[in-house]
């Protein structure tokens, strides 16, 4: 069985820090997929990024970026010149290309961003 | 287009009592998925939805709750009655039928069972 490991339960950094969130995964299957989902203090889970098992690219997107290695089954998130706003719950989750439909979740992270 | 729906957005209720949580997905997605987080643990799996048909229901914890989605549209959960262990924030996404994993969540559910 598959399974999603966020060691970090609280980070709290000063504004303009830079932060990186920590994601290890476990799974035999060869194809799967890879997200980071933001909770805001809203409540709504937002879709932050999806990538496949076969793309190993690093991604860079504004201030967001994500380091995926497979040799070490970790996809971290950083987050560059933090901002309040990127106080939140982030969610990393795996999903193999076959079987069930469920994405397995991490416990979460909750990022404070001190202003 | 709008979002995924979820209501109410908090609910409290005593043990015991029975409690029925609504979820609207994207106009036109098939597939339907409830998901839970207790305690500030991981967000579980409960179960999946393709059009009116249970595909997936192994996540659900017990007889307790029962989920329908009549007409393929809006899903409800139901649980009853109400143990204290139900506590929690439950997620609802819905995506296209194609396997694009286009999940698209609503902000919850809070449930509190005191």
């Known amino acids: 069985a598959q399974k999603v490991t966020q060691a970090q339960t609280e980070i709290s950094v000063v504004e303009k820090e830079d932060v990186t969130l920590d994601c290890v995964y476990e799974t035999r299957d060869t194809t799967y997929y890879l997200f980071w989902y933001k909770q805001p203090p809203s409540g709504e889970l937002v879709f932050l990024i999806r990538r496949n098992s076969f793309d190993e690219q690093n991604e860079i997107s504004g201030r967001y970026s994500w380091n995926f290695q497979k040799s070490t089954s970790s996809f971290n998130f950083t987050i560059t010149a933090s901002q309040v706003v990127d106080s939140a719950v982030y969610f990393c989750a795996l999903i193999l290309d076959t079987g069930r439909r469920a994405l397995t979740f991490g416990s979460g992270t909750r990022l404070q961003v001190q202003p | 287009e709008a979002g995924v729906t979820q209501f109410p957005s908090h609910s409290v209720i005593e043990k015991g009592q029975t409690v029925t949580l609504r979820c609207d997905p994207i106009s036109g997605h098939d597939n339907l998925y409830w998901y839970r987080r207790v305690m500030g643990k991981e967000i579980k799996f409960l179960l999946h939805f393709v059009k009116e048909s249970k595909q997936d229901e192994s996540g659900m914890p017990n007889n307790r709750f029962l989920a329908e989605r009549t007409g393929g549209t809006y899903s409800t959960l139901k649980v009853q009655p109400a143990e204290l262990e139900d506590s929690g924030v439950y997620f609802c996404?819905?995506?296209?039928?194609?396997?694009?994993?286009?999940?698209?969540f609503g902000s919850g559910t809070r449930l509190t069972v005191v």
């Open positions: 996404a819905s995506s296209p039928l194609q396997r694009n994993y286009g999940y698209t």
